[in-house]
């Protein structure tokens, strides 16, 4: 069973930073793109980032800027690193796996931006 395990979302001020990291295993982490999502009460989940195997990057225009993605393949790990944080970037953040038409996605971890 494929698992992504998430950590590091809380309650941060508005212009506070989180990091935010997803762990899986070998064999997911080495062939899937590797990328974070989000959703706020009564919208729709969106992608924030992505990583590809190789390490090419893409971002949401909402966080470009402000998030960084990236992965520590040693690890099998990939970390979402949130600055600058506003009130609308508060939401659930689900990590994804995916290739082709398969996904996987992680419990999801809360990120509340207040102060």
């Known amino acids: 069973q494929v698992q992504l395990v998430e950590s590091g979302g809380g309650l941060v001020q508005p212009g506070g930073s989180l990091r935010l990291s997803c762990a899986t295993s070998?064999?997911?982490?080495?062939?899937?793109?590797m990328g974070w999502y989000r959703q706020a009460p009564g919208k729709q989940r969106e992608l924030v980032a992505g990583?590809?195997?190789?390490?090419?990057?893409n971002y949401a225009d909402f966080v470009k800027g402000r998030f960084t993605i990236s992965r520590d393949n040693a690890k099998n790990t990939v970390y979402l690193q949130m600055n600058s944080l506003k009130p609308e970037d508060t939401a659930v953040y689900y990590c994804?796996?995916?290739?082709?038409?398969?996904?996987?996605w992680g419990q999801g971890t809360q990120v509340t931006v207040s102060s």
């Open positions: 994804n796996a995916g290739i082709g038409t398969r996904a996987y």
């Open positions: 070998r064999s997911i982490f080495s062939i899937y793109v």
């Open positions: 990583i590809t195997t190789g390490g090419s990057t």
